[in-house]
């Protein structure tokens, strides 16, 4: 069995780290940072492959954090950084983006969107439990109504998903297909046989 990735939560509230630890425990190993010298610290000791980084903290600003790590001979000077931000201003996600973050997820932290934005910088370890099979139920709900645009939008994140998962990926690019051909009896068929198969892996 792989060893899992590590992620380092830094955030100076702890209700945030918490529900970041929760989400993440058991497909990630999680460490907990309350502040950034205490991440600093971690990151001199150990080689962590995510960093999730609060932009606003009370001793330092998250950008003053990444300029640091980046400009340091620490083992994670290119580690990839996601900003954890309830700021949704444009001109702050800029300067999270200019400042070398890989993405931004602003709070609060939706489970979905957490994965996803993961799972785009480091890949998932395995399909997470009741998101792919809840995309794949709406998915299925949408193609049953016909309707084209959110079947293209919930195909588009389920692949995003799925993209290190052949099993399950492969199959959403013929139901994309399907889709675009406008055959929504054979992408509903097809969403269920997905949907019995991810039954079977939790019988299994």
Do not use: C, W
Not at 95 to 122: M, Q, W
């Amino acid at each position: 069995m792989a060893e899992k990735k590590i992620i380092l939560a830094v955030d100076d509230m702890p209700e945030n780290l918490m529900q970041l630890g929760s989400l993440l425990e058991n497909y990630f190993d999680v460490r907990l940072a309350k502040s950034a010298e205490m991440a600093l610290n971690v990151l001199n000791k150990t080689k962590v492959d995510l960093i999730l980084l609060d932009i606003v903290m009370p001793e330092m600003l998250g950008f003053d954090f990444i300029s640091i790590l980046r400009s340091g001979n620490s083992l994670n000077k290119k580690t990839p950084v996601i900003f954890v931000t309830s700021h949704a201003d444009i001109d702050i996600i800029g300067r999270a983006i200019k400042a070398g973050a890989k993405d931004y997820i602003v709070k609060p932290v939706v489970a979905e969107t957490l994965y996803k934005k993961i799972n785009s910088v480091i890949g998932l370890p395995e399909h997470i439990p009741g998101v792919i099979e809840g995309k794949l139920q709406k998915l299925h709900d949408a193609a049953n109504s016909a309707n084209k645009a959110q079947t293209d939008a919930l195909i588009n994140e389920l692949l995003g998903l799925s993209k290190d998962i052949p099993h399950i990926y492969n199959p959403l690019k013929d139901i994309e297909k399907l889709n675009s051909e406008f055959d929504y009896k054979e992408v509903m068929n097809k969403v269920n046989i997905l949907i019995h198969l991810l039954d079977l892996e939790k019988i299994q």
